[in-house]
């Protein structure tokens, strides 16, 4: 029981006077040379971006000209970078990808699972709407992936298997953008199938260090980084939906902080004005603490204004209410980033 | 940043083979009489077992003449006690104790929040049922807490009131139970409105020992222990609900280990035959390692048969599956319970 480990307690939650639950973790800030500007926690922590991965599993949507031929804009390439919510426009957009590309919706081997958004999740518990892999929530992953293929001539049936030449592709550059060798990447398998990677928060941070300063990372990715980053910016609600974080922080800030979050835990910023990346994972797989640690570490990171400041505070309050509104509680970040002299 | 505090790791969660997510945490087992027979982590560490009060929150039910005089019996004790889904027949057994003790639905001051059951919270969100408090799911405790209000001739308007008599009442009980004065439990307010009440995890235990063995608690309470005791393992549908793990665990082992959730990480049982009461606390306020942690104490405690055992390995896989059903994964408890000699 290795308690000596133990990452430091990113966010506390209390309840009459004393804390009641508190979430763990670690920060990695980095430019996309792989300078590592700030941390919290070991920055050498080894974990899965999950889904925080998007952008660049997206690469080869723009690099294959599968985004040209197609006709993909900043939605489609937005959505491809998303955890989309299964809202009616998320699946009408990633529909509209398969057909451009010729790509049968049978070809997706995202699987089928609730949508995130809470009514779309109603109607499918209750039959009101088609099971389909649309609604899952990486499915602009997955079409993306699907039309890149096409437009490199790949095979789509077996797009998710480690050894598929998208795959490979995908794989080799993660490792530049991560500024690390391909092959050092833990292999797993993510929730909808597809190979996923692990590697150091400080190389995860490098990643989207090149995200926010796309001149700054590998060059040959350069180009694609940037367009993927534009997409991003102009169609924030593609990348999440209503509510969710990452569109709300996006929206708050005009676009210059960009956000991505992964399960198990996980949530990446290209703060885009800075040329910084930042990787945050809760030890726990959770998500609730990000409300507190982001608006946190972008004022630690001097990275908000005082306007943007008090939009975050609205959108993310810290009481923790009764069901008759009664504040009981709050949550807090209780980190402070340690800076490279 | 206090790394050095950490709780055990109680939990891993593996991808790829590695640790992706891991959940810390504390275990206290105490007899009745608030012997510590075994534990992992802190013992002594000071939290909210918040819906694992109930089945002593709901000792003013029995013991104030309400559940003899309003007819009420296993069904209506045990919901009482439990965390409903807010199925339709746990929302009908909690409608009808108000009307047996005439306590008009407006009385209830639990608040109006979706129900836990997956159907019924759909039917909500899309609003096709109607928005009231037997749904959500302390109602029956709230129900059970205005109709010993009602036998006690206490006012019914201010009944969540901390000084309000029956709340004093329950805080005497509780500190009786949890063997510690009252006025040392640290109060807060639950989510539901009613106050709350932290105390260290031993003492939690020892009150769930009391659940275990009524006749070993305190002699006031044993009568009313022993009958929430029985309506708990008659009725563990009432308790929870279809799919919840109180409710499997109660029915796996024939009614003799009781469960009951809490809140933020919370899950306490009461293991009849062995007289023992049982407090796990998640630090990070989650549920999902109580899967894996529950039968690993169970077994490291030598409390199930070869039978049960097999029977909570069908209920809690180890598996992480992915969309597509490939294992991808494992969440496994890592944590020994130590002993005392």
Known sequence: MNAEQALPVLVELTRGGIVESKHRGAIAVCRAD???VAWAGD??????????????????????????????????????????????RHCEVVGSMLQR????????????????????HARYTLDLLDHTPLLQNCSGKHAGILAACRARGYAVEDYDALDHPIQREIRASLGECFRMPGD????????????????????ISAGWGAVAAPSKGPSRHAAALGRLARA??????MVAGTGRIDTNLSQATGGRVLAKGG??????????????????????????????????????????SADEAARLDALFPAAIRSNRDQQVGEM????ELQFAS
């Open 43 to 88: 920055p050498e922590l080894v974990t899965f971006p999950r889904s925080a991965l998007k952008p660049f599993q997206a690469l080869p949507v723009v690099e294959s000209g599968a985004a040209e031929r197609f006709g993909f804009g900043d939605a489609e390439l937005a959505v491809c970078c998303g955890s989309h919510n299964g809202e009616p």
């Open 263 to 304: 399960a198990e835990g996980v949530i990446c910023l290209a703060i885009v004005d800075r040329g910084l990346g930042v990787t945050v994972k809760l030890d726990d797989g959770t998500y609730r603490g990000h409300d507190a640690i982001v608006p946190a570490l972008l004022r630690q990171l001097d990275a908000v």
């Open 101 to 120: 590309a010729d790509v049968p919706l049978t070809a997706m081997r995202n699987g089928v699972t609730p949508p995130i958004d809470e009514t779309e």
């Open 332 to 335: 807090t970040a209780v980190f």
């Open 34 to 36: 792989g300078t590592l």
């Open 232 to 237: 991003m910016a102009a169609e924030p609600w």
């Open 184 to 203: 050092d990447l833990v292999a797993g398998i993510d929730g909808c199938t597809l190979p996923t990677y692990g590697a150091p928060l400080r190389n």
